[in-house]
């Protein structure tokens, strides 16, 4: 079973490739553009609280579940789930997985887009070309957007032909700690401008009393997306790990890293916003709303650039901008991954084919929403919000009930051989069979009988 594999699959080439390519899918627009909206659009540090509970006890167990299967079975997740099955249906929350991957990736094009096409907007701006820089900083003009979501997926692409060790790992190898050193350079100028200890006031104490359905709905679906979990991409990069790798430590430093990169970009994020605010730019509606939140990063941070000024603001903001293209690209990878992954295992398509026909169905769907980005809302509603929980949830269900969580420790035991008697394997152990599927099931039912209320 694990060894039928095609010559088109392949393998991770070091222990380091592996950890580096799934945080490299981790880290993305979800933590540095999604993140720290969702904080701002949630209230703050009580966002902050629920979202962290989320991602270590929902989180971390299922993407040690993820990896498992996929180590396992050595096959992308609609392969894996039949490798595995004993219920005949089981396969279809690898389909699910599949179709929610195609969807998310459709809205994260057009997004990778913006970034690129603000590396434009920055120039111009920066030589005095007001005209040039509002088109392409234009959020909302549909054949600019469309023109970068193309450019963007056409780099996805040929980084996926370019296969798993080549292509992948070579690509994620040294962006992150280049990321995080520009994140942090960013937080200690802006900590000194008038404004972002309001900033840092509103990102840091909680307002308990902001904890209702919709923000915790809202922290899961950011959870599984930030941790790239409930669509079959670990279990994707997993089907190529070896086994001599300890799968929990590998998942452990993946979601820690997330969480760090999410933490630090809201704190740049958040302070700036207020010191947008305290030069009298609108960012908040009559109503107290944020006006507009997918373009709230693309809003502050320029400004913020500005006030720089000069051969160093412009160095910093063009840096940021190709940052987070890159931090983009890397996730936007692991999604094209699993598509193209399904159609190589399952229907013997040559890798190239198969990330050309993908790709291209994606870039239609793409390109509709370049036009209308109002789009994004309901994208991100239905396939991240209740979607990647609901693979989640059905993971969980299927790994502890019907594979068994005893049959995966045998499998976690490789790279790891006191598996057997770690307390934290235990743990696991319970999580996967009882309380992960139990706290995402409570999540989903309040929020039905939330919307059938109202
Ligand atoms: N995690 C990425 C981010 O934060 C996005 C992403 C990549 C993703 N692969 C995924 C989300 C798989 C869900 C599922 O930007």
């Known amino acids: ?196 200890a309001e900033g840092i006031r509103q990102y840091l104490k909680p307002d308990f009393s902001l904890i209702n359905i919709d923000l915790t709905l809202s922290a899961m679906g950011q959870a599984f997306f930030s941790l790239s979990l409930g669509m079959g991409a670990l279990i994707t990069y997993g089907s190529y790990l070896k086994r001599d790798q300890n799968i929990v430590e590998s998942a452990t430093y993946v979601t820690v890293t997330d969480i760090t990169i999410a933490f630090t970009a809201g704190m740049l994020v958040i302070p700036a916003m207020y010191v947008a605010l305290a030069q009298g730019i609108t960012i908040f509606g009559d109503d107290g709303e944020l006006i507009s939140s997918v373009s709230l990063v693309f809003t502050v941070l320029p400004q913020l650039f500005e006030n720089i000024g000069g051969a160093l603001g412009l160095t910093i903001s063009i840096s940021f901008f190709l940052l987070l293209a890159l931090a983009a690209l890397t996730s936007a990878i692991s999604l094209l991954e699993v598509p193209v992954s399904y159609m190589i295992d399952e229907h013997n398509m040559r890798r190239k084919n198969a990330s050309w026909v993908i790709g291209g169905s994606i870039g239609v769907v793409a390109v509709i929403i370049s036009f209308d980005i109002n789009l994004i809302d309901y994208f991100v509603y239905i396939f991240n919000e209740i979607g990647l929980p609901l693979g989640g949830l059905m993971l969980c269900l299927f790994l502890g009930w019907v594979w068994k969580t005893e049959n995966a420790v045998v499998e976690i035991k490789h790279g790891f051989e006191n598996a057997d008697n770690s307390v934290f394997v235990k743990l696991w152990r319970i999580f996967i069979k009882y309380i992960c599927p139990v706290l995402i099931a409570i999540v989903f039912i309040t929020t039905v009988l939330d919307i059938i209320r109202s």
């Open 1 to 196: 079973m694990a060894t039928t594999q095609t010559s088109d699959r392949g393998n991770w080439n070091s222990k380091l490739g592996f950890i580096l390519a799934a945080a490299g899918s981790a880290v993305g627009l979800g933590n540095i553009w999604g993140y720290p909206t969702q904080v701002a659009d949630n209230g703050g540090a009580a966002f902050i609280l629920v979202y962290l509970v989320c991602c270590i006890l929902v989180g971390l167990p299922v993407m040690i579940a993820e990896i498992t299967i996929g180590r396992k079975t050595g096959k992308n997740p609609v392969g894996a789930f039949k490798a595995l099955d004993k219920t005949g249906y089981a396969h279809l929350i690898g389909y699910w997985g599949v179709l929610c991957g195609f969807m998310i990736l459709a809205f994260y094009l057009v997004i990778s887009g913006w970034t690129l096409a603000y590396v434009f907007e920055e120039i111009f701006r920066f030589t005095g070309n007001a005209g040039y820089a509002a088109w392409f900083g234009d959020l909302t003009n549909g054949p600019k957007n469309a023109a970068f979501t193309v450019i963007f997926l056409l780099l996805t692409i040929s980084i996926i032909n370019g296969g798993v060790s080549n292509g992948i790992e070579r690509a994620t190898k040294f962006l992150m700690p280049v990321l995080l050193f520009i994140l942090v350079i960013m937080i200690f100028y802006v900590l000194r401008l008038e404004g972002s």
